[in-house]
């Protein structure tokens, strides 16, 4: 009678599980709807995401799609609601609240030359055509003026595949350091006329990859009244570049809070003609890893890794710049140069006060990095004198409705001999 009882139960057990599997299976997202678009158009959205309806219900297939939604810069917060109309017939509706888009950027800052003041004015609309496509362009002036314009449409062909392309000119007015112990540099007038197109696709919810190319003039013209440093008055070299750039993005955002991970890899190789050996075919990659952790209900731990490298390891032109507004806070304007680098950033960011779309968030970090420069050894990278640590504290002011309106303001107190201290102040959050 036991063992009869035991097989009955067993049986039953086996017919409830498969009829509940039975009714996951067949449950149907027969509807979906949208709501809350004022800008964004609804039919890019209804291509975007990967849950349609007559689709199966899947719950995880739901959440990625409310993220991915999330990541979009004309997006402010999205969320769902599944509403059973029968057991087997799901209405889905997404809950839309969209970021202005439009945003003007302001930086100001001290002249390389120690004397003007720089500054670069741009705007941008992330949400052209409501398909979250991007243009924008910027005027800056360093001792010399400068612009660049930009269309990047990730979407621009399916929900995975995208174009973009952009024109800068860039003159700038950089100190050229010809060893370790050139601490003021050669100063140079710096033009780089670039013009680049590239094809971007995304593989899936997590991994996204870009491949172009990019045709440039780069010309060098040494200043008035320089140290006799050895280095050539004027430089010229053209170059052509093959660029590729490899992402990984697994964050999790709400508003201004952050969690997850996320590694981005950026490879570059040019063939220039031009500049002697100053200028050489060179390869050049950039790799960074972040890392994001929400802590309590107000905390957010930040932290930014970056790798930097080229192969060209004589030329004093070097490309990895030690500068406030790139890495280290507080340190100055392109104060080195490298040929490799390490760079590490962590900061803890706390909301003081939150009403409505307004935050007042505080910032304490600590930035540190160290720099191989050009003609040394990578035992350069772990040599005391070539590691700089600044940490500091900040403030940010946040409009949560507008895409990446962050208003940033940093103390960077330098700690080695000789290191400067100072404040820097930029339009979003620092990475």
């Known amino acids: 009678m036991y063992f009869k009882v035991k097989k009955t139960i067993l049986l039953l057990l086996i017919i409830a599980y498969h009829t509940h599997s039975y009714a996951q299976e067949t449950a149907t997202i027969t509807k979906i709807e949208i709501e809350g678009l004022k800008r964004t158009k609804e039919s890019f959205l209804r291509r975007l995401i990967k849950v349609k309806e007559g689709s199966p219900y899947d719950s995880l297939k739901i959440a990625t799609d409310v993220e991915r939604l999330n990541r979009l810069a004309g997006i402010a917060k999205a969320t769902s609601l599944i509403t059973k109309n029968t057991t087997t017939n799901y209405t889905l509706k997404y ?81 050229i350091f010809v060893n370790d112990d050139d601490e003021e540099g050669t100063d140079y007038r710096f033009q780089n006329k670039t013009f680049q197109a590239f094809l971007s696709y995304e593989f899936n919810f997590h991994n996204r990859a870009e491949f172009g190319f990019l045709i440039g003039d780069q010309e060098y013209q040494i200043q008035d009244n320089q140290p006799n440093s050895g280095l050539p008055n004027d430089l010229e070299a053209t170059n052509f570049s093959i660029t590729a750039e490899y992402e990984f993005n697994d964050l999790d955002i709400d508003y201004q809070y952050i969690s997850g991970f996320r590694n981005q890899t950026n490879f570059q190789y040019a063939f220039n003609s031009g500049g002697g050996n100053f200028i050489e075919d060179a390869f050049v990659g950039t790799n960074d890893t972040e890392y994001f952790l929400k802590i309590g209900k107000r905390g957010n731990l930040a932290n930014r890794l970056r790798l930097s490298y080229t192969s060209n390891e004589d030329s004093p032109f070097a490309p990895f710049a030690l500068d406030n507004q790139i890495n280290i806070r507080g340190i100055g304007n392109t104060v080195d140069r490298g040929i490799a680098s390490v760079v590490i950033n962590t900061e803890y960011r706390h909301t003081l006060y939150e009403k409505d779309w307004f935050v007042i968030q505080s910032n304490t970090f600590i930035d540190a990095g160290t720099w191989r420069t050009p003609g040394n050894d990578f035992d350069q990278l772990v040599e005391g004198n070539a590691i700089r640590f600044n940490p500091g504290v900040g403030i940010r002011f946040i409009h949560k409705r507008i895409f990446n309106a962050v208003i940033r303001l940093d103390y960077g107190f330098g700690t080695a001999n000789n290191s400067d201290s100072g404040f820097v102040f930029g339009i979003g959050q620092f990475f």
């Open 95 to 175: 809950t839309i609240v969209e970021n202005f888009t439009i945003i003007p950027g302001l930086r100001i800052s001290q002249a390389n030359n120690d004397e003007d003041i720089a500054f670069r004015i741009s705007a941008f609309e992330f949400n052209l055509l409501g398909r979250n496509q991007i243009i924008g362009g910027f005027y800056s002036r360093d001792v010399f003026d400068s612009y660049g314009i930009f269309w990047e449409a990730p979407f621009l062909f399916s929900n995975k595949f995208g174009f973009g392309v952009n024109y800068q000119d860039n003159v700038t007015f950089e100190p």
